[in-house]
């Protein structure tokens, strides 16, 4: 009888809980339920560590832990130790986690709640997880000011202004969603960095987070401004030789790590889009990145510097980092890692990966990858980022015998205990976090694959969509099918078969293919990249163009420098191609582009009746804002396909296939069209 009356109070529990709270995407995966105190009673959590961070295992699990007694046991032989790995088994009546570290115990406790969550069956437990990477981060764009560049979801969570007097509760609710997917490194600003960001009163701000984040096994960097010794320190110059430079950084690191003892060190934009940088005086990067890695050697701290670097000259931007960077293998401190972006442009919808992945043997490399969708729809378009993450980490480098696929690079790199694996931020100060409930996905996806890179999208998807909505299989199965087509839907209706870049000037949200700014670079210029005329389409970096096609290492360099035999889907990123061209499936390249564009706009559509179909298996509030989401997506499918086919079209003077639907926009209505998305930024 007692059981039942815990049952009921439980399960009345539950109901107040969910009348009380509308179903506002706040929870994100984490919608666990508390347990009664009266049936929280009846199981034990063992726990004899001591600090904050297993003591922050032992409360989630006693807060939320409904299938008995679970034991937290740190195992100093287990050989995760320093990387945050873990153990869980079933033994006898109880659960026990073991770990080399508390952080390890606390990500085996949310990696026991997720298995709750998803209704998985918990006897005979005998798991064992080791990270892919040791470090797993993400990078927040967010200005002292409150904007976040290319954020798509409200002002930023950090309250600069109130800090650190007044705490926000959001900073906690943050802290354990990273912690819940393995995400132990946060920077926290702009890496178009503002000086004062190192002056001592915003460095107690930062003490203030570094401390609500430390139990949840999170670290804090900053993104730091290369020109901070002139602008904050009053010296005459930057310069990375000058020893006064070099010791402005020395007392300045020793000041941080005064306040934060754990602090995990700089992340650095230099001499890239106008930042400033060591070859503002004639220096190289390494010898930039090595200065600020001298300055934080005696604490551990890093220097992660960021290969994203192109100047205005008539080379190949795709070209410029690699040849920036690969003479300076073997220069860089044993500190210090390189981060690339995944592709060699700029988180584009589809990009081969970066060839200086693997071609910089003697240097650390991470990956960098774009969480918000700066070009992917913003918040508006529902675009699953699993399988571009994927698609990046599983490509064949080639440049070595064994683990040399991008994630066997990055992982296995000359020093694996910095292993690193970054991804931008696409949070802000929504209610639901990321703008797009679904957007919430690929804050998650990219914590999940930072901690298991071999997991697959689909996977990912489902686990989810069962945390977030509803293990129900006839919701599970119908959206995760929907989330792995979302990506290439969005290839389609944007920029299919290699195209890239042709989006409007500066806000980068719909297309604008025919631009142009008087006196602007050209490789700021749509035209710059399609280079369309009469005869053919696409970017020529084969030998007789760029040679872009030689930075990657056979068979590669073969395949995508053959027509024939490289890949269509990056056929225009390699080539220029004449618009009679014959295709595999036998249309030309001007149909093949028509039914593309057109395809893009059906998946959207279908994806509509798709979330229509589950309608009553979702929360009336989280379904309609999906819904109309998803209307605004497919109005942005048919602006991006008229706007390029109408405009392609001027060029290749030849008619839309006779069964594809007709543009519903004039070519010069759509020339009109200037949004103001400056809030945005």
Known sequence: ???????????????????????????????????????????????????????????ELQHYWR????????????????????????????????????????????????????????????IVEKPSYALRMLNHWDNLDGTVERGYAGHSLWKWSELPQKISPR??????????????????????????????????KVKALADIFRPYGIKVFLSINFSSPKLLGQLRDSDPLNPEVAKWWEKKAAEIYGLIPDFGGFLVKANSEGQPGPQDYGR?????????????????????????????SAEDRAKQAYQEFVPLDGKFNDNVIVQIKNGPIDFQPREPF???????????????????????????HLVYLAPLFKETLDAQTYTRPKNATVAGITQHGPSPQLSAIAGVANIGEDRNWCGHHFAQA????????????????????????????SPDPDLVDPLSDLMIASREAAVNYMMPLGLHHLFAFEHHYGPEPWGDMPGGRPDWMPWYYH??????????????????????????????????????????????VPWTYRMKNGRSLWDNLCYSYQQGVDQVRHFQQVWDSVEGKIDAQRFSGVQSKLKVQARDAVWWRDACLLYFQTFAKKPLPADLERPVHELDDLKKIKLDLKHHN
């Open 442 to 469: 690929n804050w998650y996806a990219f914590g999940r694959l930072a901690w298991n890179a071999d997991l697959s999208s689909s996977s990912i998807a489902k686990e989810w969509l069962s945390a977030t909505f």
């Open 171 to 204: 900073y906690r609710e943050y802290a354990r969603a990273n912690a819940s997917v393995g995400i132990n490194a946060v920077v926290l600003n702009n890496v178009n960095a503002a000086p004062l960001i190192l002056r001592s009163d915003y460095l107690g």
């Open 284 to 312: 190289t990067h390494a010898e930039g990145a090595n200065m600020l890695a001298l300055a934080l050697k005696p604490f551990k701290g890093l220097v992660m510097w960021r290969a994203f670097v192109y100047n205005p």
């Open 531 to 576: 280079n369309a005329d009469s005869i053919a389409v696409g970017f020529d970096r084969t030998s007789s163009g760029s040679n872009a096609v030689a930075q990657y290492h056979s068979p590669l360099r073969e395949q995508f420098a053959n027509i024939a035999t490289c890949p269509e889907s990056y056929l225009l990123w390699f080539h220029r």
């Open 67 to 126: 299938r008995g007694d679970v034991a937290l046991v740190i195992d100093k032989s287990w050989s995760g130790q320093q990387t945050g790995g873990y153990a869980i088994q079933s033994r006898k009546n109880k659960t026990v986690i073991s770990a080399g570290s508390s952080t390890g115990l606390l990500y085996g406790a949310y990696h026991l709640l997720r298995l709750q969550q998803l209704q998985t069956d918990i006897q005979d437990l005998n």
């Open 354 to 380: 970066n060839p200086l992945f693997g071609a910089m043997p003697k240097t650390n490399q991470m990956v960098e990858f774009q969480i918000t969708q700066e070009y992917l729809g913003f918040s508006n």
């Open 1 to 59: 009888m007692k059981k039942v009356v815990r049952y009921i109070i439980g399960l009345m529990g539950v109901l107040l809980y969910s009348l009380g709270h509308a179903e506002d995407g706040s929870q994100l995966w984490l919608r666990y339920t508390r347990v009664p105190a009266g049936e929280a009673a009846h199981r034990r959590v063992a726990c004899r560590v001591n600090d904050p961070v297993a003591r922050m295992a032992a409360e």
